[in-house]
């Protein structure tokens, strides 16, 4: 079982930005490849960004290249969401996620959830 904890979420203006962070209550955060997703009022979760358990290999949704850049900290359990450049449709309940996949890109292939942090852009 793994726990994980997000933080760093809030308001902010269209252009502002937020770092989001998670952390994982587990002895074996290295096994596990991390990822961030996003679920707006009436909308599906979609996928962010993820990064690889080895930390080498990032992906990220079109929507976001070029602005968020996911990082992780094995050190601390941690992985965090850089976000600049924020938009009124960035606007969101962000979930961190774990999957036993060594890259893993689909919302099928995580095994632990959050709880989510909500991230509200101003225009």
């Known amino acids: 079982q793994v726990r994980l904890l997000e933080s760093g979420g809030g308001l902010v203006q269209a252009g502002g930005s937020l770092r989001l962070s998670c952390v994982a209550s587990?002895?074996?955060?290295?096994?596990?490849?991390m990822g961030w997703f996003r679920q707006a009022p009436g909308k599906e979760r979609e996928f962010v960004a993820g990064?690889?358990?080895?930390?080498?290999?990032?992906y990220y949704a079109d929507s976001v290249k070029g602005r968020f850049t996911i990082s992780r900290d094995d050190s601390e359990n941690t992985v965090s969401l850089q976000m600049n450049g924020l938009k009124p449709e960035d606007a969101a309940v962000y979930y961190c996620a774990a999957s036993r996949e060594a890259i893993a890109a689909k919302l099928y292939e995580y095994d632990y959830w959050g709880q989510g942090t909500q991230v509200t852009v101003s225009s």
């Open positions: 990064i690889s358990w080895t930390g080498s290999n990032t």
């Open positions: 587990t002895d074996s955060f290295s096994d596990y490849a």
